[in-house]
């Protein structure tokens, strides 16, 4: 399946819009992880632990709005955006949300 940012797909020909998809994936950081991303905080460094997360986080909610997408009979999406939001001060959950217009090309 084509997902874009743009709202068209250069050399196709979008013969229907079948809706706007979203996905929804919350993923807790474990307190050892968060240990270690606080000792980044203090000492400096990209902290590898939260940003293998949040990549994992990214590809399932892609995976999810494609699976989306499908189930209304769509096979593309354009005009796709991930936003990122934490979920409380302190409880170490982070939701990252798709969206996109599922159409047929």
């Keep these: 399946m084509i997902i874009t940012t ?7 020909i979008i013969k ?8 929804e994936v919350v993923v ?4 050892m992880k968060d240990m270690s991303a606080g000792l980044r905080n203090i000492f400096g460094g990209r902290s590898t632990t939260y940003e293998k997360e949040l ?11 494609e699976q989306r997408a ?8 354009v005009g796709m955006r991930v936003d990122y939001e934490v979920l409380g001060v302190d409880n ?3 939701m990252v949300i798709g969206s996109g217009t599922a159409v047929t090309i």
């Design 28 to 31: 807790g950081i474990n307190f």
């Design 70 to 77: 499908r189930q209304i009979g769509a096979n593309a999406i």
């Design 55 to 65: 990549r994992q986080a990214q590809a399932e909610a892609l995976n999810e709005l």
């Design 92 to 94: 170490g959950m982070m």
């Design 6 to 12: 743009t709202p068209t797909i250069d050399g196709q």
């Design 16 to 23: 229907e819009y079948n809706g706007v998809v979203f996905s």
